[in-house]
């Protein structure tokens, strides 16, 4: 028996049948990547450059983790239907800054990490390492002697997640929330820890956001559900002062119960 068809779909205008095609596309959620060494690169800054300085050090440090990470893209089957298929699919893959897998299959596909967007995972027993990431990087480059300074520039850690047993142990807590290179935004994973088996995602759409409010140097509560107990949020609570402290130079920060979600 043949399967069913819809035999009109080459009659319907152009523009018609191509809206149908980008709706098949895959919507790219914000992708979980383990920490890992190289996403910081740092650099001279020579006399005669906008940002050269006769004060500060002249020595920063840029986050590229797009340089190092390669995410999974969903498989395109689109670009394998028909020619129509395949130029929209090969159009919004170069949008995406997307690329064919040199290893896979012809409907596989990478894309680089995305600061603003993608999610760097930060294990328990990498906390120290990637807060001294930075540094280390210019020390094991001999740009400046050990305990000498760095300038962060503009392209630091935006996002980054750490586990809900990370996030309530005593001796990381509350020093960990100022350990992560001006991230805006905090994501708690909790239940199931990614494997980085595969592609893993972020959903963050029904945890409350606890946020931190620099004009009032406090944090309020956002909406949301309490996907986890109310112990996770007693933490910032107890720990406000402290909090306080080491938040106060940050423009914002949110920070949010999620699940780490395999696709």
Not at 201 to 207: F, K, L, Y
Request: with cysteine.
């Amino acid at each position: 028996m043949m399967s069913p068809s819809f035999t009109l779909f080459p009659k319907l205008p152009p523009e018609l049948r191509i809206q149908i095609w980008e709706h098949a596309l895959p919507v790219i959620g914000p992708a979980l990547c383990r920490h890992r060494e190289g996403l910081w690169h740092p650099r001279e800054i020579q006399p005669g450059d906008e940002d050269y300085s006769q004060e500060l050090p002249n020595v920063c440090v840029d986050f590229r983790p797009e340089l190092m990470i390669q995410i999974l893209v969903d498989h395109l089957p689109l670009i394998l239907v028909n020619h129509e298929a395949h130029l929209v699919a090969l159009k919004w893959a170069r949008e995406h800054g997307i690329r064919r897998s040199p290893q896979g299959n012809d409907d596989t596909f990478l894309r680089p990490f995305n600061p603003q967007h993608d999610i760097i995972y930060v294990e328990i027993n990498q906390i120290t390492d990637f807060d001294k990431a930075c540094q280390n990087q210019c020390f094991t480059d001999n740009l400046v002697p050990d305990g000498g300074s760095i300038r962060l520039t503009e392209r630091t850690t935006e996002r980054v997640a750490i586990s809900e047993m990370a996030f309530r142990r005593d001796d990381v807590e509350p020093r960990i929330l100022s350990l992560i290179n001006r991230a805006h935004d905090v994501f708690v994973i909790v239940g199931e820890q990614p494997d980085f088996e595969g592609l893993w995602e972020v959903d963050s759409s029904r945890g409350r956001s606890v946020i931190w409010n620099r004009k009032k140097m406090c944090f309020e509560m956002g909406k949301g559900e309490f996907i986890t107990d109310e112990g996770l949020y007693k933490i910032i609570e107890e720990n406000k002062k402290s909090l306080s402290e080491d938040l106060r130079y940050f423009v914002d920060l949110k920070i949010t119960p999620a699940f780490a979600v395999r696709k």
